[in-house]
């Protein structure tokens, strides 16, 4: 079965860096395009960035310039790179997948930017 796991998060001042990771397994990772998500209390859950099999990124505006995604297809592992953390991006971070018709979304790991 597909399973997302990811790890990272954590408490980090405004200004600091986090790195999440992603490790997936029960899917052939290097063929399938990844993202993450975010999600803050009382809202809906909001993509982040997403990364094809080919390399190809794309980010949400809001942290376009600050965010870097990338996959290392050995370790079948995904990461955001979060740099200038502010506090509007706490949240909990999700990573997930689309195969056919269904997205699977790991547990989510908690980022909390202090002021």
């Known amino acids: 079965q597909v399973q997302l796991v990811e790890s990272g998060g954590g408490l980090v001042q405004a200004g600091g860096s986090l790195r999440l990771s992603c490790a997936a397994s029960g899917i052939i990772f290097s063929i399938n395009t990844m993202h993450w998500y975010r999600q803050a209390p009382g809202k809906q859950r909001d993509l982040v960035a997403t990364?094809?099999?080919?390399?190809?990124?794309n980010y949400a505006d809001s942290v376009e310039g600050r965010f870097t995604i990338s996959r290392d297809n050995a370790k079948r592992t995904v990461y955001l790179q979060m740099n200038n953390l502010k506090p509007e991006d706490t949240a909990v971070y999700y990573c997930s997948v689309r195969l056919i018709a269904t997205n699977y979304w790991g547990q989510g790991t908690q980022v909390t930017v202090s002021s």
């Open positions: 990364i094809t099999s080919g390399g190809t990124t």
